[in-house]
């Protein structure tokens, strides 16, 4: 059964302090790889998509990588504003409809 | 990317009315999706909107309670039927454009029901 689980579910860092958050997932076959960060109340943001083993993608403070088991999202000096919480998704490569399996998220909270 | 707009953002109804969300997307895009998220939860795939057919529902999600229309390649609606308070959550809309696998989601509706 394809499955996503996402670690830890909630991290509570200091300004600056970085740290990663871990995407494990099990798929027989991977279309692509999605990180989103979503605020209270308000619909997910895309911030990445990864497509193969090895691949890294950057975008301010936030850094994605992707393995064949898992995916790490990089956050380096992270601020107050980086507090959200942040979701991955997986898309099977069998699945043609475009159906995503989400993880729970992990709450990031960013104190001053 | 898609710029996706949802209205209403926010409603508070009764048990037993019917609520349609309306999703409209600034370009034409051929896959169009339904999404519940529940309180504390993560989201969960309601049903892929057709243009021109019937919409495909996942498994534990039924057209009499949650039917979708999809008149064109730009807008959907989705109708929640006969409230009740189980049904309180965000509802989202997203679309994959043409060009890739990456799926872009609406700001949401949050539906409150008593």
């Known amino acids: 059964e394809d499955q996503v689980t996402q670690s830890p579910e909630a991290l509570r860092l200091q300004e600056g302090e970085s740290s990663s958050l871990n995407c494990s997932y099990t798929?027989?076959?991977?279309?692509?790889l999605f990180w989103y960060r979503q605020d209270p109340g308000k619909g997910p943001e895309f911030l990445f998509t990864?497509?193969?083993a090895g691949e890294e993608k950057e975008k301010e403070r936030l850094k994605a990588t992707l393995t064949k088991k898992e995916s790490f999202l990089h956050i380096t000096a992270p601020k107050p504003e980086d507090s959200a919480t942040y979701l991955c998704?997986?898309?099977?490569?069998?699945?043609?409809?475009?159906?995503?399996?989400f993880g729970q998220g992990t709450e990031l909270s960013v104190k001053p | 990317s898609a710029v996706i707009s949802q209205k209403p953002s926010r409603d508070i109804c009764q048990r037993g009315t019917s609520l349609t969300i309306q999703c409209q997307v600034d370009?034409?895009?051929?896959?169009m999706f339904w999404y519940r998220q529940q309180p504390g939860q993560s989201l969960t795939l309601i049903a892929t909107a057709n243009q021109g057919s019937e919409a495909t529902y996942e498994s534990g999600f039924v057209i009499d309670k949650f039917p979708i229309s999809r008149p064109n390649l730009t807008f959907s609606t989705l109708t929640v039927s006969n409230m009740s308070p189980e049904d309180s959550s965000i509802y989202l809309c997203?679309?994959?454009?043409?060009?890739?696998?990456?799926?872009?989601f609406g700001p949401g509706t949050r539906l409150t029901v008593l």
């Open positions: 990864l497509y193969s």
């Open positions: 370009s034409q895009v051929t896959m």
């Open positions: 798929v027989s076959g991977l279309r692509g």
């Open positions: 997203s679309v994959e454009p043409p060009e890739g696998v990456t799926q872009y």
């Open positions: 998704a997986v898309h099977p490569l069998y699945n043609q409809g475009g159906k995503l399996i």
